[in-house]
């Protein structure tokens, strides 16, 4: 089947640096990835939408300055946070929709996901 | 707007027991169903889905799950659990809501199968 990837697994980093977190579709073309955080003993909530080409959709409440998405190519889609703090620290998880596939809302796969911790 | 309601937090069940876990959706547009398993530390894995068709659909590792439209539910089942079975579960829906396509998911449920 269909696989994601995402890499790092796990980073630590310093208070104000900057992380970049890779997605990728393995074994298909994606034109849209969504990137979602979650918190400890919480649900997956949608960050943006990143569509290949143009500018990501960020949702509501989502700084789109701190979290920098780019999705340069079909395989591809990037998150970095940007000046990072301790509460950035999350579990962050792409998924990716097949491009090729019928248009069904069936084909979205996830990536395994990045711990985040900013000490 | 839409929402995703998994009415129970935690569960608790013996090993061998049956469970269900409920979910209860609200959307103004036609969504698409789906339950999601994750272990700790992992990302998510699809247990099954609703796209269309028969009401009730089988997934993996011996779950199911029956679409009610009328009470707009879509509670997740097993006739019989195993302590491998604990694990945290995601009811989601997707759909093309107001400014694409999305996917909302639930709080979760918490599985917690004992011996």
């Known amino acids: 089947g269909a696989v994601v990837s995402q890499h790092p697994s796990r980073v630590i980093c310093k208070s104000g640096t900057s992380v970049k977190i890779e997605c990728r579709s393995l074994?298909?073309?994606?034109?849209?990835m969504f990137w979602y955080r979650q918190f400890p003993k919480q649900s997956l909530m949608l960050m943006a939408t990143s569509n290949e080409g143009s500018k990501a959709t960020y949702e509501q409440g989502v700084e789109k300055d701190k979290f920098l998405i780019n999705h340069a190519s079909l395989t591809l889609s990037t998150l970095t946070v940007t000046s990072a703090h301790p509460e950035d620290s999350s579990f962050y998880i792409c998924?990716?929709?097949?491009?090729?596939?019928?248009?069904?809302?069936?084909?979205?796969?996830f990536g395994p996901g990045t711990r985040l911790t900013v000490l | 707007a839409q929402s995703v309601t998994q009415l129970d937090s935690q569960v608790p069940v013996f090993e061998e027991a049956p469970v269900e876990l409920r979910c209860n959706y609200s959307?103004?547009?036609?969504?698409?169903l789906f339950w999601y398993v994750q272990y700790p530390n992992q990302g998510l894995q699809l247990l099954l889905k609703y796209l269309s068709g028969s009401t009730l659909v089988k997934g993996i590792n011996g779950f199911e799950a029956e679409f009610n439209k009328s009470q707009t539910s879509f509670h997740l089942r097993k006739p019989s659990v195993h302590i491998s079975d604990t694990a945290e579960y995601f009811c989601a829906v997707s759909a093309y809501f107001t400014g694409g396509f999305k996917t909302i998911f639930g709080a979760g449920t918490r599985l917690f199968v004992k011996a």
């Open positions: 998924s990716a929709r097949d491009l090729g596939a019928p248009r069904r809302t069936d084909t979205q796969y």
């Open positions: 959307s103004s547009v036609s969504v698409y």
């Open positions: 074994d298909f073309q994606a034109t849209t």
